[in-house]
Structures are given as structure tokens and as C-alpha cells.
């Protein structure tokens, strides 16, 4: 449940423990850090408020909150981080203090926008568990950005496109799911788990960028400044809203890390600077490019290219794995190296690597030694889960429908896929109304089953992570054939056969995975029943 769902009894027992008890945006106070963290991990699987989490799973019956003395030292503290932070300029140290902040019921939209930051941790609300098919006083849960609103003609087709998709959404998704457990002719709890979510899965891309989620963030002073700083400079009204309400917010938990972040000479400036370079890429691009891009299909599916690569990657890779324990200089190890036959590198290799028991045994910095970079385009359904591996590069196209969407096949499967197919239409009709009048909002019309193009810039070892987690049985369809085509890129079109090997726990079984996965989950949570 959104903000604004307490009692008045409710807000002064959670008041203590939030700089906000009404408001959308706030940060959490006087709890431990372990608390915290339960907190926002629970906003993945849950559709309330972090504050009605916190009343009804962590407060005890009664409890008024009491709120502790002000730590001892915290005056001195305060004067050193100004003198440092305003005085020097030393930016590490805002990377000593953070905070958790709540953002709740903001756009799929500005997800994205808040998330580009690499050095933060994120939990958002997730469409795979959490379902849209309820209405809040009598509305579908959407953001209506202010200069479609400030157009009341405008709004009103706005409204009636996304209250259509919403409604299909929530129609097809029981549809769905009846179909599956139809075919599937069983009904035990794992099996309905599995079903339900793979029934989740399959509509999520009627749902339109629009929709709103609950994102929780932590992150140091140091990261909140570069976030805040992009918010406030943001093209998207929204952007700029949230931005201010984060400030407030944290000016009352870390406000001597965030003295820059409005100053006309620092922060203000940064931001603009930011937002000029891309003002100037797209003028240079109309002198450069001139020509509109090529059309795209309608439809279709995630189109993975391997773009460039190290043709000496598996070398490179061996070498930096050998380097520590030679006591000899790099090129002399790379030397010996590039002597060794390609099977006597692959077979050294597999040596080196040998003994991962779990996907998240990963071998050394040395497999950062080679990159690979891929074009990807897909679902904007899948890239906002791809975009949540920072530790790569990441550059993306704005969100559109030139691109055409991805058909559901589990939709298809049931006969709906006329229904899904229309809903996809009148969204890409109402991004071409939306982009002549309010340019920078005509990616709220857009649904998640449209086709996004980025491109992603990654070492081997970041690649070993991103491949062997989404490809996981229990993940989406659509990110997985993504992970998939990515390790046979590396092993077919980059000639690396080594490194791909070393990927062992990619997984490449179909969707049956999935339920095993939740037999599995099923039985131990079985388990831990009878021993509690």
C-alpha cells in the first residue's frame, strides 16, 4: 500500500522511527542497521508501505518508539565533515556516512533514472511477485507527469490507454494462469507458486513504464550528492520533484554530506554541465547522422550482438592469473604465454578455475583482464533487470515504440494474443501523441513489452556474474535468452571457448527448471517449518 495508509494512532508510532510519517519520500531514523536493511528487502515482495512493514513486523503491539540521546561526539563530528567536505573538497570522506531512504509510488521511469548510479544499493518492488491487478481509490497505480496532466485532452487519451492496459493486465493474467494450471494438471503449492509467477511474467509487458513502484536506497553521502545532483538536473519534471524530496529528506539524517548539492557554484553548475553534454550529443548527431534511423519491426525477439572482444582475451586472462605468483615482470609472463598452444591455454585455465562449488565461487581479478562488448536489444521489461549490474558500462537509448515489442508466448498459448498485440499498439500510438506535445514524457505511454537498445561494456568476470545469475531457472524468460545468447557469443563469435567454459553454472534448460526450483524452495521451507 502506498503512502498515506496509516491511522493517526499508526503515524505517531512510526513517527519516531521516519523524518516523515505522511510523505512519499523519507528516511529511516533511530533503527539498527540490520533492521534497515529487512526493511527494504522486504519492498521486493511486498505491495506496502515500508512504514506499514515496519508496524507490522518489527514494532512491538504498543510500541510508542523512544527515540535515543544524540551521540556523544556528533557537534565535533559535524565540524570536522564541514571543514573537510567544504573546505578541502575531499570527497572520500562523504563516503563515511549513509543512509536508507524510502521512495515510494514514483514511475518504472524513474526507477531507472535513480538506479543509474553505480555505487548505491537498491531493492525495488518487483513485478514478478507483486501483482497490478487492484485498483487504489478507485485508480490504476500510474504516474500522470505534469505536462501530460497540464493538457487536458491530452491527459484524458493518456488515461484511457493506460486504464485499458491496466485492466487487460489484470483480465489476461487470470487467464493465463488458469491456462497454465490447466496444462500443468497439478495444483500443490509449488506447483501454484511456480505457475503464478510464470503468469506474472508473461503479462508484465502490458504494463506501462508508467507504473508506479516502491524503490528503497542505500547509499553513502558521497553517492547521494552524484544522485541528487542528477535528479535535480533531470529533463523529467518527476526527476526534479523526487530529487528536492530526497534532499529534505536527508538533511535531517546526513546533512553535512550534502552541503554542495544546491550551491549555484557546485552542485547546480554540475548538473547543468551534465545535462548540456547531451543537449550538444544530439545537436552533433543531427549534423553527423542527418538521417532518420532505419524501421524496426513490429515485433520481435532479444537481438544479443557481441560488438568488439580481445582476440588474445583467453591469453590476457592467463597471464594476469599467472602474473602474482611469478615474481616476473607482465610482459614477460604475457610472453610466455602467447608461445602456449590455444588448447594448453584453455586446459591452464580450467586448471586455474577448477573446484567452483557454487555460482558465486568466482576466480580472481584476473578474468577482468578481457571485455567484451555487447549491443542488446530487448524488453524494457528485461533491461530493468540487466541495468542492475553496475559494476559494467552501460549506455542506453531512450525508451520508444520505433522498436516494436516482444510477444508473450505463454499469452499467445492461451489465445490471447489479439489482446496483447492491442494493447501494444494503442501504446505506441499514444508515444507518437505524447512525443509531439511533451517530448520528455512520451516514455510513460510505453510499455514493458517494447523493445529497448543498450549496450553493455564488461570484463569476463563480469560477465561470468551477470550470465550464471540470469540465466537461472527462476528467472524472466526474456532476460534469460539474453544471458544465453551472451555465452555463446563468448564462446562462438569471440573464439573463447575457455572463458565460456569457465561459466559453468550458466544454466541453459528450459522454463521446467522453474518449477523444480520451487519443489526445492517448497521443501525447505517445509523443513524449516517442523523444526521451528
Known sequence: MAQGDLSADERARVAPYVTDADGPVFALLNLPEAVKGALFARYSRSPDSVRRILLEEFLPDGDAGTVPAPEVGSDRARQFFQRVLAEYGDDSVAQLGGAHVAIEGVSNVLTKVIEWGRLASYLEQSTRYVPYTDQVDGRWKYVRPPGITARPALLARYESVLDDAFATYARLFEAVLDHLVAQSGDDDTAVRRALRARALDAVRGLLPAATTANLGVYASGQAWESLIIRLRAHPLAEARAVGDQVLAALRQVIPDFLTRVDRPDRGERMGAYRLATDDRAAVLWEEIGGTAAPDAPA???????????????????????????????????????????????????????????????????????????????CDYGAYRDLQRHRILTLEAQPLGADLGFEPSPDVAAAGLADEFARVQRQSADLWREVRDEVP???????????????????????????????????????????????????????????VADLMGFADVSGDADRLAQERRSEARRAADTVDS
Open 299 to 377: 515485433t520481435g525477439t532479444a537481438d544479443v550482438r557481441l560488438l568488439a572482444h580481445d582476440a588474445d582475451g583467453e591469453r590476457r586472462v592467463l597471464a594476469h592469473a599467472l602474473w602474482p605468483a611469478s615474481g616476473w615482470a607482465l610482459d614477460d609472463v604475457r610472453a610466455r604465454v602467447d608461445v602456449m598452444s590455444d588448447d594448453d591455454v584453455r586446459a591452464a585455465l580450467a586448471r586455474w578455475a577448477d573446484g567452483r562449488a557454487d555460482r558465486r565461487e568466482r576466480p580472481g581479478r584476473a578474468l577482468e583482464a578481457t571485455q567484451y562488448l555487447f549491443e542488446v536489444t
Open 440 to 498: 520528455e514524457e512520451a516514455p510513460y505511454a510505453v510499455t514493458m513489452a517494447h523493445r529497448l537498445r543498450f549496450a553493455l561494456r564488461m570484463n569476463a568476470r563480469e560477465a561470468m556474474h551477470l550470465i550464471e545469475l540470469r540465466s537461472q531457472p527462476q528467472g524472466h524468460a526474456a532476460y534469460r535468452r539474453v544471458a544465453r545468447d551472451m555465452l555463446r557469443a563468448i564462446h562462438d563469435d569471440a573464439g573463447h571457448p575457455g
